[in-house]
């Protein structure tokens, strides 16, 4: 559930096609969305901040 709202977060700034691209690299690589959109520098680390905060703690499984 968390790709398919990482996925629908990032559509509208990267396109459907880069959001995919980004939620399934993520999950297959072991990495953070931050991580995998700064590497393809579809975005920088400030702009992700800016628009979407951090949506890998907020989508994820809750922290103790």
Do not use: C, H, W
């Not at 629908?8 to 980004?22: D, I, R, W």
């Amino acid at each position: 559930a968390s790709d398919v709202y990482k996925r629908q977060a990032l559509s509208p700034m990267l396109g459907y096609e880069n959001a995919t691209l980004v939620a399934k690299r993520a999950q297959l690589e072991n990495k953070t969305v931050r991580e995998v959109v700064t590497e393809l520098s579809l975005m920088s680390v400030e702009e992700f901040e800016a628009i979407l905060g951090d949506v890998d703690r907020l989508a994820g499984p809750p922290q103790s």
